[in-house]
């Protein structure tokens, strides 16, 4: 890969690591993982999402009890202000990116565009 | 956002547009475009490879005639040089945005890594 992509690369990397979106996301995870209480709702949240997700992806259908099992788990993290607010920092985190991902894949975007008209 | 990623994200975006591996897949796009018979299998390679795509993520089954039309257009394409030029190219420029995507999202790894630990 040219010299310059890598650069400007590391150079985005750099910006991305000191933006305020990633420190706060570093210290919303710092401070559930230094409270046990929401740390183990998180990682139950967690779990239940992915194992819906992957349920999901591979065709399988979700039975009436996981659903009402990941509402209940669901309605719990929410009352937890520190779990939440990690949840709100991925989000924006995750915005981030894919605005991030926009800017720098709109030459492709341009030239698929031409190829398509 | 805060400012210096829009500014790291822009810079990485030139970068890409004056990319050896953009102007390439640019190149070979142009050429495609300037001939008809390249341009239409291309494009029923495309179509095919999409409606194919579509039926497996809608969890549809695939008939073997449709595998077998896919695999006639596949090799039809295959005899084309500029089709697999562009193709080519495609790959290589596919390959670069993957690794620029890891370099990005590095701080993100390493902060579920430290998370999951
Ligand atoms: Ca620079
Ligand atoms: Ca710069």
Chains 1, 2 share one sequence.
């Not at 010299?3 to 401070?31: G, P, V, W």
């Not at 929401?38 to 819906?52: C, G, I, P």
């Not at 009890?65 to 985190?93: F, G, P, S, Y």
């Amino acid at each position: 890969m040219a010299t310059n992509l890598y650069d400007q690369a590391y150079e985005l990397e750099k910006a991305l690591r000191t933006s305020e979106e990633f420190l706060n996301l570093k210290k919303m995870y710092e401070e559930v993982e230094n409270d046990e209480t929401a740390k183990s709702m998180f990682d139950a949240f967690r779990n239940v999402q992915m194992e819906l997700q992957q349920k999901q992806m591979s065709g399988q259908n979700i039975t009436e009890d996981e659903v009402m099992n990941a509402q209940a788990i669901a309605n719990q993290v929410q009352a937890n202000q520190k779990v939440t607010q990690l949840m709100q920092a991925e989000q924006r985190m995750s915005e981030a990116i894919g605005e991030l991902n926009k800017i720098i894949v709109k030459p492709l975007d341009e030239l698929y565009g031409m190829m398509n008209k």
